[in-house]
């Protein structure tokens, strides 16, 4: 049946309308405002290098921060979405720190009705209900708590680095992505969970093959987070989650099991869990087997797919600096040697080089291509130029601050591909430049825990094994244009190797010399 020319053009011109009126409402936003902006095209905005995988995302990002260097901010669009990206540290800790109140939240990924794993958890949370969680859970991660969980994680780190040294007698390539990822399973389980697993001995145990197919981010994921944040109308009709239902059926199982089991039998450990079933809102009320899950699974999805990222990108820097590994091992030996081969908590808390090399790892291979901040009270921004105006940017603004971008500025960090260390040492580098864990209140929760498993099992790595590139090991660095998060393009591969004689530093106290 053929349309008559005037229901065609109706058509048409309707479709033209929805466009412009729903996607592609704020291209006039930046000019308005007066902002000095990329330009743009319809629905993709500045996005298409990134779709169409030509570019990895935070260095097209990267090109378009250093294409405004004489600006405080500029204007970008995120699909339809337009954003005032901040490059101005002051600027950057006015924002998150000192007017915090008008730029609390984040914006979401999905509907949270229609995915809670995603959509409900502390860093999903807005306004009242993220200060709520917040407090309910920081107390897990204060100093002393780490402290009394630091026996947990030495004993995986001692278990993980025996298997791989026994593994690695006449040398061994590494897919060190599944590696880690199975050390940093056993540590979240243990710490989390109070549930005992040992992911290189029992490969195909229930919790890792639950984390390795649920919390892997591939280009699908990516794609779907990349919908659900710019597109959330159409997300919701299409009802797009990042996490399916039997994903958050089988996690609330979990935690739901753990928690009948301590009630019943009074079960007393220092971790996540008893926490929570400890915590009252501020009416005290107690928090749902529910809402433990979701909390709990955002500790599990950091502690699985972010941690053991930047693992993998510590033993990578490792590996393919050989002076930098001799010098760490150095460290490690003496630490061994003062500690007679129990190292404490403030032993390795207190390892100076090991702290410059993690944070240069950091700085070079930061997670988060962006943080970002929405606005939820009026705000007057400062002239983007010197020869600009103020600019008053209403609830619902979007502003970012680009980590990756920041930490490779030869102004802050000079000759910023060169892997240093020592740009850590004896020298303060500004919070407002160096944040690869964010800033201000919205700083990530579980920055220490991380740091601290990490430093722990690179100690009993580096004193049982030589870490060298092999055939595989992208060299130099190059990320996969397909993945949103920092991915060589080859994979995370190196070499490892036992070494003759090593001392064995266990984390029971045993202490022994071992030729493998």
Same mark, same amino acid.
């Given at each position: 049946?053929?349309?008559?020319?005037?229901?065609?053009?109706?058509?048409?011109?309707?479709?033209?309308?929805?466009?412009?009126?729903?996607?592609?409402?704020?291209?006039?936003?930046?000019?308005?405002?007066?902002?000095?902006?990329?330009?743009?095209?319809?629905?993709?905005?500045?996005?298409?290098?990134?779709?169409?995988?030509?570019?990895?995302?935070?260095?097209?990002?990267?090109?378009?921060?250093?294409?405004?260097?004489?600006?405080?901010?500029?204007?970008?669009?995120?699909?339809?979405?337009?954003?005032?990206?901040?490059?101005?540290?002051?600027?950057?800790?006015?924002?998150?720190?000192?007017?915090?109140?008008?730029?609390?939240?984040?914006?979401?990924?999905?509907?949270?009705?229609?995915?809670?794993?995603?959509?409900?958890?502390?860093?999903?949370?807005?306004?009242?209900?993220?200060?709520?969680?917040?407090?309910?859970?920081?107390?897990?991660?204060?100093?002393?708590?780490?402290?009394?969980?630091?026996?947990?994680?030495?004993?995986?780190?001692?278990?993980?680095?025996?298997?791989?040294?026994?593994?690695?007698?006449?040398?061994?390539?590494?897919?060190?992505?599944?590696?880690?990822?199975?050390?940093?399973?056993?540590?979240?389980?243990?710490?989390?969970?109070?549930?005992?697993?040992?992911?290189?001995?029992?490969?195909?145990?229930?919790?890792?093959?639950?984390?390795?197919?649920?919390?892997?981010?591939?280009?699908?994921?990516?794609?779907?987070?990349?919908?659900?944040?710019?597109?959330?109308?159409?997300?919701?009709?299409?009802?797009?989650?990042?996490?399916?239902?039997?994903?958050?059926?089988?996690?609330?199982?979990?935690?739901?099991?753990?928690?009948?089991?301590?009630?019943?039998?009074?079960?007393?450990?220092?971790?996540?869990?008893?926490?929570?079933?400890?915590?009252?809102?501020?009416?005290?009320?107690?928090?749902? *087997?529910?809402?433990? %899950? +979701?909390?709990? =699974? $955002?500790? &599990?999805?950091?502690?699985? /797919?972010?941690?053991?990222?930047?693992?993998?990108?510590?033993?990578?820097?490792?590996?393919?600096?050989?002076?930098?590994?001799?010098?760490?091992?150095?460290?490690?030996?003496?630490?061994?040697?003062?500690?007679?081969?129990?190292?404490?908590?403030?032993?390795?808390?207190?390892?100076?080089?090991?702290?410059?090399?993690?944070?240069?790892?950091?700085?070079?291979?930061?997670?988060?291509?962006?943080?970002?901040?929405?606005?939820?009270?009026?705000?007057?921004?400062?002239?983007?130029?010197?020869?600009?105006?103020?600019?008053? *940017?209403?609830?619902? %603004? +979007?502003?970012? =601050? $680009?980590? &990756?971008?920041?930490?490779? /500025?030869?102004?802050?960090?000079?000759?910023?591909?060169?892997?240093?260390?020592?740009?850590?040492?004896?020298?303060?580098?500004?919070?407002?430049?160096?944040?690869?864990?964010?800033?201000?209140?919205?700083?990530?929760?579980?920055?220490?825990?991380?740091?601290?498993?990490?430093?722990?099992?690179?100690?009993?790595?580096?004193?049982?094994?030589?870490?060298?590139?092999?055939?595989?090991?992208?060299?130099?660095?190059?990320?996969?244009?397909?993945?949103?998060?920092?991915?060589?393009?080859?994979?995370?591969?190196?070499?490892?190797?036992?070494?003759?004689?090593?001392?064995?530093?266990?984390?029971?106290?045993?202490?022994?010399?071992?030729?493998?």
């Amino acid at each position: 049946m053929e349309m008559d020319p005037l229901t065609s053009t109706l058509i048409v011109a309707a479709v033209i309308l929805f466009v412009y009126r729903y996607l592609w409402r704020g291209s006039s936003y930046f000019e308005e405002l007066g902002i000095p902006h990329e330009r743009s095209i319809p629905i993709l905005g500045n996005m298409a290098p990134i779709v169409f995988h030509r570019v990895f995302s935070a260095e097209h990002f990267q090109r378009a921060y250093n294409r405004f260097k004489h600006a405080k901010y500029f204007g970008f669009h995120n699909f339809t979405a337009p954003v005032i990206i901040v490059r101005d540290p002051d600027l950057v800790s006015s924002i998150a720190i000192k007017n915090f109140d008008n730029f609390t939240d984040h914006r979401g990924f999905v509907d949270g009705d229609l995915d809670p794993l995603m959509g409900k958890n502390l860093f999903a949370l807005c306004g009242d209900e993220w200060r709520e969680m917040r407090k309910i859970l920081s107390p897990a991660f204060t100093s002393a708590k780490m402290k009394t969980m630091y026996k947990l994680i030495a004993e995986c780190a001692d278990r993980f680095t025996e298997h791989i040294a026994m593994e690695s007698k006449g040398a061994k390539i590494y897919d060190t992505k599944d590696a880690f990822g199975r050390y940093t399973t056993d540590v979240i389980a243990t710490t989390n969970f109070g549930i005992a697993v040992d992911s290189m001995k029992d490969r195909d145990n229930e919790f890792f093959v639950f984390a390795r197919d649920t919390l892997n981010f591939s280009a699908i994921r990516t794609l779907k987070m990349l919908l659900g944040r710019n597109f959330p109308t159409l997300s919701r009709l299409f009802r797009i989650r990042i996490f399916s239902n039997a994903s958050r059926r089988y996690f609330t199982g979990v935690i739901g099991e753990a928690v009948r089991t301590r009630k019943e039998k009074g079960i007393h450990r220092p971790d996540m869990i008893e926490l929570m079933m400890e915590s009252r809102d501020s009416n005290g009320r107690e928090l749902t *087997i529910d809402e433990m %899950a +979701i909390q709990a =699974f $955002l500790f &599990f999805l950091g502690g699985y /797919d972010t941690t053991s990222r930047f693992l993998c990108f510590a033993a990578h820097v490792i590996a393919v600096n050989p002076d930098v590994q001799a010098k760490l091992r150095a460290e490690i030996e003496e630490v061994a040697r003062r500690t007679n081969g129990q190292p404490t908590y403030d032993a390795i808390k207190d390892m100076a080089y090991m702290d410059a090399v993690l944070n240069e790892t950091n700085r070079l291979y930061s997670a988060p291509a962006f943080l970002d901040r929405v606005c939820v009270k009026e705000f007057e921004l400062p002239p983007a130029t010197p020869d600009s105006k103020p600019c008053v *940017i209403k609830p619902g %603004a +979007i502003v970012w =601050f $680009l980590p &990756f971008s920041m930490h490779r /500025d030869p102004n802050y960090f000079p000759d910023p591909l060169k892997f240093d260390p020592t740009r850590f040492m004896g020298r303060d580098v500004p919070q407002n430049v160096y944040i690869p864990f964010g800033l201000g209140p919205r700083v990530c929760i579980g920055n220490r825990f991380a740091l601290m498993e990490t430093k722990i099992v690179f100690y009993y790595l580096l004193l049982r094994c030589e870490l060298e590139p092999c055939a595989k090991t992208t060299i130099p660095m190059r990320f996969d244009k397909s993945i949103f998060l920092p991915t060589p393009e080859t994979g995370f591969w190196v070499q490892i190797k036992t070494r003759k004689t090593a001392p064995v530093s266990r984390a029971n106290g045993v202490v022994t010399e071992k030729a493998f």
